[in-house]
């Protein structure tokens, strides 16, 4: 057992490096707090622009988002944001970014570029943990199989044949991995379905905040 | 006098006593993002930085610091200078650090960093500290490279590839496709493969050190039995 002062001691050099800790990281979260939100913002806008031509746009669909819940359509128990691109006002794309939920080894994470008139811009990964070599053929730089999508919508291919070829579908699997793909044409199916139904809200003229903005 | 005082300590660093080869401390990062030599680098150099950090201040406080306290006072300063590091790198390397994830907060927990601080740094002046922090960090780091170039080029027949996550866009030329129209082999990418690896490169080690072992005692004995001149 210490002497109470030692004790005290000991309590003290805690608390005072314990302070300095805390001072030291409040400080670097302070000095690169703008710059991580702008990072975080350029790659957001380098993601969206996987989906839809940058001169497609000239608004900043990072500022137009709105955010809509449907764990059922769109594979995300919280709200997922929807991010909207316009051209003059006018609105030419909703960009979503649903979640497939039951990929070979959990969620994928989509974004998906849906046009005013209900077809899709861009579909891309953003996320997955599918077994390298078999389900990684999801990502654009590992084979091309994602860009089928740009171009369909719910009547081309016809709704019974948004599937993957083994199900009777119009989509190709993987050689070897089927669960991969079926789990996204789904996911994109669904995300199209979402637009559809709730096609007024998605593309709502922008709140007039991010008008003011846009006209900076 | 200074040879005789850095020598030993870089050598226990970098071979003799090996974070990851000999003690096999930090073996979950190891293991987890050594599958690229660019990943490996940047867990490493992460590393190497929190080592030399928390291994100087460490030397410097530890007069002050009471032994009763002394662990949690280590940890504190680690788990600080590790926050700082991830906040700095997520704000100047973006895609670094969102390939390294999750490993980067938990150097904290890497057991090579308190470690070093409790058998080394907490003993000696300050200077040793700096370089034996240096000397544990590059071995580190070179047995991640190492382990990372080897599961890189058996699984996917490239070294280097996307050297411009991490190193900036004028990087991208560093790529090399040792193999063109490489099928692949997953099992070198996926945990197997690391734990095979590292286990060829502990055994690779001892077959050096053996031999090096076997040449000095000839040697000896060459010298023993020559008659005196």
């Known amino acids: 057992m210490l002497p109470t002062g030692a004790m005290l001691r000991a309590a003290l050099t805690l608390g005072l490096f314990a302070a300095v800790g805390v001072f030291l990281v409040a400080l670097t979260h302070a000095g690169t707090r703008d710059r991580i939100a702008e990072v975080e913002r350029q790659a957001l806008l380098r993601n969206l622009h996987a989906v839809i031509r940058p001169e497609a746009h000239d608004n900043d669909p990072t500022a137009d988002v709105i955010e809509v819940q449907d764990p059922l359509f769109l594979g995300a128990e919280g709200p997922v944001p929807v991010y909207r691109a316009r051209l003059a006002g006018q609105p030419v794309a909703a960009i979503l970014t649903p979640v497939a939920p039951d990929g070979y080894a959990g969620a994928i994470r989509l974004i998906v570029a849906v046009y005013y008139d209900g077809t899709v811009a861009g579909v891309r990964v953003l996320s997955h943990r599918e077994t390298p070599g078999l389900g990684d053929l999801l990502e654009e730089r590992r084979s091309p199989w994602i860009t089928r999508f740009a171009g369909c919508s719910l009547g081309d291919p016809p709704a019974e044949q948004w599937k993957v070829k083994r199900d009777g579908g119009a989509f190709d699997q993987f050689t070897g991995a089927t669960i991969t793909p079926r789990s996204v044409v789904k996911a994109v199916r669904h995300t199209l379905e979402y637009v559809r139904a709730h096609r007024e809200t998605l593309f709502a003229p922008a709140p007039a905040a991010a008008a003011a903005q846009r006209s900076e | ?229």
Request: charged content about 10%; some cysteine.
């Open chain 2, 1 to 229: 006098m200074r040879d005789s005082t850095y020598a030993p300590i870089i050598r226990d660093g970098l071979w003799s006593n090996n974070p990851a080869l000999v003690q096999v401390l930090g073996l979950c990062p190891t293991l987890a993002v050594s599958s690229s030599v660019v990943n490996g680098l940047g867990l490493g150099l992460a590393t190497l930085l929190v080592l030399v950090t928390t291994n100087v201040t460490i030397s410097l406080i530890s007069n002050v610091v009471r032994p009763e306290v002394r662990i949690p006072v280590y940890v504190l300063v680690i788990a600080s200078a590790v926050t700082v590091i991830d906040l700095t790198m997520k704000a100047y390397f973006t895609e670094l650090h969102a390939v390294l994830g999750i490993f980067i907060p938990l150097i904290v927990v890497n057991c090579n960093v308190l470690g070093r601080a409790e058998a080394f740094a907490s003993r000696n002046p300050v200077l040793p500290s700096l370089v034996d922090g240096l000397a544990v960090g590059l071995g580190f780091t070179l047995v991640l490279v190492a382990l990372g170039g080897m599961r890189e080029l058996a699984g996917q027949g490239t070294l280097l590839s996307q050297a411009e996550v991490m190193l900036g866009e004028w990087a991208g030329w560093m790529t090399v496709t040792v193999f063109h129209d490489y099928p692949g082999f997953l099992a070198a990418l996926l945990p197997p493969g690391a734990f095979i690896g590292l286990g060829l490169l502990i055994a690779l080690k001892n077959a050096i050190d053996r031999r090096q072992l076997a040449r000095a005692t000839v040697a000896q004995r060459a010298l023993a039995s020559s008659p005196a001149t």
